[in-house]
């Protein structure tokens, strides 16, 4: 039987819309579609077995529709990226030992301040209620680093840690072994805490928690290569897509330590950007000129401007101990994706005539109210034993960032 054109176009109609019919209903069926960590559908996607939303039901396989960062208190989103991670300027001092390379960065969260003497005094409570008086001793800042045969600082050993007066300022006298001693009582307390305010069982296991969708990182000091990206900040230099306008010797724009603009950052044009050393027994300035840098000795960890991640203090203050073993060939030995040296592992110490290079040894970072300006830079880079401590180097805290919710 021939159609007409007009029966023929009626049973064309009629055959698209039981196509588009059958076809809405696939997408709209339960359990298919496209899936994400909150909308997870109600059947696998590859038997068609239903889903079991109950945690508590033991006897089929659990999905989880929740899946959820908690970072903790005082903590900045750093998003991650492609960085050149290197010395910017000259490197007078011939150290050759952070030599220019493009690497990538994973995003991660870091302290927005450096750890202060009250931050500290809590863990010191805390800890009294958990380990021996002699493993409490051990944690105790050495507050002797203030003291000098050819200086009067003696006051500060008494009052820097102790008075109230200094209680947000940074935290100093503190080894690299009592810094991630730090960070690992925090991960422990903070996870309670969230533990009792999400009412989570107690007894289940970090696994279990992080199978739930409750994922609780570690606090961890920073590796060197995310403290430099972090302090660079290179974040509003780019033009035409992913070209960058200029590089950043210090973690804000321009060559020189002064505020060059009038509104962009607190304070006035051509205020001090940093805590620092400005010269040979210069630490301040002269008394009464408000655009010094305001304070001799550390200062206040929410002085100054932050950089444009929002971190305080990524230039100056104090230094910050990091997590990473020294090694002068760590440029161009690690990976160019999450840089990090662990050890001296294809740096061996038997490479060196010094005994300087062990495995003891660790990079700081960053500059402190002690140093001039060259230290200032993000790429500069020293060591010290992991301990020893002194009164300019201090740390802050870093986690790894696990995703967006829903992704």
């Given at each position: 039987?021939?159609l007409?054109?007009?029966?023929?176009g009626m049973?064309?109609a009629?055959?698209?819309l039981?196509?588009?019919?059958?076809?809405?209903?696939?997408?709209?069926?339960p359990?298919?579609?496209?899936?994400?960590?909150?909308?997870?559908?109600?059947?696998?996607?590859?038997?068609?077995?239903?889903?079991?939303?109950?945690?508590?039901?033991?006897?089929?396989f659990?999905?989880?529709?929740?899946?959820?960062?908690?970072?903790g208190?005082?903590?900045?989103?750093?998003?991650?990226?492609?960085?050149?991670?290197g010395?910017?300027?000259?490197?007078?001092?011939a150290?050759r030992?952070?030599?220019e390379?493009?690497?990538?960065?994973a995003?991660?969260?870091?302290?927005?301040?450096?750890m202060?003497?009250?931050?500290?005094?809590?863990?010191?409570?805390?800890?009294?209620?958990?380990?021996?008086?002699?493993s409490?001793?051990?944690?105790?800042?050495?507050?002797?680093?203030w003291?000098?045969?050819?200086?009067?600082?003696?006051?500060?050993?008494?009052?820097?840690f102790?008075?109230?007066?200094f209680?947000?300022?940074?935290?100093?006298?503190?080894?690299?072994?009592?810094?991630s001693?730090?960070?690992?009582?925090?991960?422990?307390?903070?996870?309670?805490l969230v533990?009792?305010?999400?009412g989570l069982?107690?007894t289940?296991?970090k696994?279990?928690?992080?199978?739930?969708?409750?994922?609780?990182a570690?606090?961890?000091?920073?590796?060197?290569?995310?403290?430099?990206?972090?302090?660079?900040?290179?974040?509003?230099?780019q033009?035409?897509?992913?070209?960058q306008?200029y590089?950043?010797?210090?973690?804000?724009?321009g060559?020189g330590?002064?505020?060059?603009?009038?509104?962009?950052?607190?304070?006035?044009?051509?205020?001090?950007?940093?805590?620092?050393?400005?010269?040979?027994?210069?630490?301040?300035?002269?008394?009464g000129?408000q655009?010094?840098?305001?304070?001799?000795?550390?200062?206040n960890?929410y002085?100054?401007?932050?950089?444009?991640?929002?971190?305080?203090?990524?230039?100056?203050?104090?230094?910050?101990?990091?997590?990473d073993?020294?090694?002068?060939?760590?440029?161009?030995?690690?990976?160019?994706?999450?840089?990090?040296?662990?050890?001296?592992?294809y740096?061996?110490?038997?490479?060196y005539?010094?005994?300087?290079?062990?495995?003891?040894?660790?990079?700081y970072?960053?500059?402190?109210w002690?140093?001039?300006?060259?230290?200032l830079?993000p790429?500069?880079?020293?060591?010290?034993?992991?301990?020893?401590?002194?009164?300019?180097?201090?740390f802050?805290?870093a986690?790894?960032?696990?995703?967006?919710?829903?992704?």
């Open positions: 039987m021939r007409s054109n007009k029966s023929w049973w064309a009629a055959l698209m039981a196509s588009a019919s059958i076809l809405s209903s696939c997408q709209k069926s359990g298919y579609g496209r899936r994400t960590a909150s909308s997870p559908g109600k059947k696998s996607a590859t038997t068609g077995a239903s889903f079991n939303f109950d945690e508590k039901d033991t006897t089929q659990f999905v989880s529709k929740n899946a959820e960062q908690i970072p208190p005082n903590l900045k989103f750093i998003q991650g990226g492609r960085t050149v991670l010395s910017q300027e000259e490197d007078i001092m150290f030992d952070n030599l390379r493009t690497v990538s960065i995003s991660f969260y870091m302290d927005e301040t450096e202060t003497n009250n931050d500290y005094r809590e863990f010191l409570f805390d800890m009294r209620k958990r380990v021996s008086a002699d409490l001793t051990k944690l105790e800042p050495s507050e002797n680093v003291t000098s045969a050819m200086s009067f600082n003696d006051l500060y050993q008494s009052y820097y102790r008075f109230p007066g209680n947000f300022y940074p935290v100093a006298g503190v080894t690299w072994k009592q810094a001693a730090y960070a690992k009582w925090r991960t422990e307390f903070v996870q309670e533990r009792k305010d999400r069982d107690s289940m296991t696994t279990q928690l992080i199978e739930r969708g409750v994922a609780m570690d606090f961890r000091l920073p590796n060197e290569a995310e403290w430099e990206y972090a302090a660079k900040a290179m974040i509003g230099t033009y035409l897509d992913e070209n306008e590089g950043r010797i210090y973690p804000w724009d060559r330590v002064r505020n060059p603009y009038n509104v962009k950052r607190k304070g006035k044009q051509g205020d001090f950007l940093a805590n620092f050393k400005r010269g040979r027994g210069d630490y301040a300035g002269i008394s000129n655009r010094n840098d305001g304070e001799i000795l550390p200062t960890v002085d100054m401007a932050p950089n444009d991640f929002g971190l305080y203090h990524m230039a100056g203050n104090m230094n910050e101990w990091v997590y073993v020294y090694r002068p060939l760590t440029y161009q030995d690690a990976d160019d994706l999450n840089p990090l040296r662990k050890d001296g592992v740096d061996e110490e038997e490479n005539e010094t005994s300087l290079f062990t495995d003891e040894m660790r990079v970072k960053g500059g402190s002690k140093d001039v300006a060259y230290w830079a790429g500069t880079r020293r060591f010290m034993h992991q301990d020893s401590a002194t009164n300019h180097i201090g802050r805290c986690m790894i960032s696990i995703g967006a919710k829903g992704k």
